[in-house]
């Protein structure tokens, strides 16, 4: 089987089972990761197919959405990739890169690099900033019933990763928690270049929102 079938039958295999996933984690989402993956491998050394593989099934069953178990994704992909008799070797790299493309919180160390990983962490991470970020998080926020915002709540930097992915803190804290600590942790050129635009972004929208948030003055403060 060659290249192009193998990605346009996984195109459509994880189309298909994310039909009904919440907004921010449906095949939009891996469809944008997707042509930002290929973009960035543009300019770097890597396995094309991986790259394209990866991005396609790197949420293909986010553990938000499965009682927080993180081998339903990985298996799900392998035994995927059995069935398209992709060789092992290349398996296992995907494998991998599901395994350890999360953001986790920001405080585990990253048991897996290569390359290809590198290009769809970043391609990942610039679909969680700028405004498809923004609307992505306010979705998630809605869907999970949590506040827009509360200033009694301040932001905790310092969560395990328990605490981050058992957090029910407002959506605005998820800003300072994740978004704007994105664009310092890409790890490709081009990644980085893109990040700059869409990080901008975001600060001018907080700026904007803090000053909607009293009324149109310029009194409301961000989190510290």
């Known amino acids: 089987m060659n290249n192009d079938t193998i990605i346009s039958n996984t195109a459509?295999?994880?189309?298909?089972?994310?039909?009904?996933?919440?907004?921010?984690h449906d095949w939009w989402h891996i469809y944008r990761v997707w042509k930002n993956a290929k973009n960035i491998a543009l300019s770097e050394n890597v396995d094309h197919l991986i790259v394209e593989l990866g991005a396609l099934l790197h949420d293909i069953a986010d553990s938000k959405f499965n009682n927080g178990d993180e081998f339903i994704g990985p298996k799900i992909a392998k035994e995927f990739l059995k069935a398209e008799k992709l060789d092992d070797a290349k398996i296992e790299h995907v494998v991998k890169i599901i395994e350890n493309i999360s953001f986790k919180g920001g405080k585990e160390i990253q048991k897996f690099r290569s390359h290809e990983l590198d290009v769809i962490q970043d391609a990942d991470r610039l679909d969680a900033i700028g405004a498809i970020g923004i609307?992505?998080?306010?979705?998630?926020?809605?869907?999970?019933?949590?506040?827009?915002?509360?200033?009694?709540?301040?932001?905790?930097?310092n969560m395990t990763k328990k605490e981050y992915k058992n957090?029910?803190?407002?959506t605005i804290n998820h800003f300072y928690e994740k978004l704007?600590?994105?664009k310092d942790r890409m790890n490709?050129?081009?990644?980085?270049?893109?990040?700059?635009?869409?990080?901008?972004?975001?600060?001018?929208?907080?700026?904007?929102?803090?000053k909607e948030w009293e009324g149109?003055?310029?009194?409301?403060?961000?989190?510290s």
Do not use: C, W
């Open 12 to 24: 459509l295999f994880v189309k298909q089972k994310l039909e009904n996933a919440e907004g921010g």
């Open 135 to 157: 609307a992505r998080t306010f979705n998630y926020g809605g869907f999970k019933n949590r506040e827009i915002y509360n200033p009694e709540i301040p932001p905790n930097l």
């Open 167 to 170: 957090s029910s803190a407002p």
């Open 180 to 182: 704007l600590l994105l």
């Open 188 to 210: 490709t050129s081009t990644g980085k270049k893109m990040a700059e635009e869409r990080h901008k972004f975001m600060e001018e929208y907080l700026t904007q929102f803090y």
């Open 216 to 223: 149109g003055f310029d009194s409301a403060q961000p989190p």
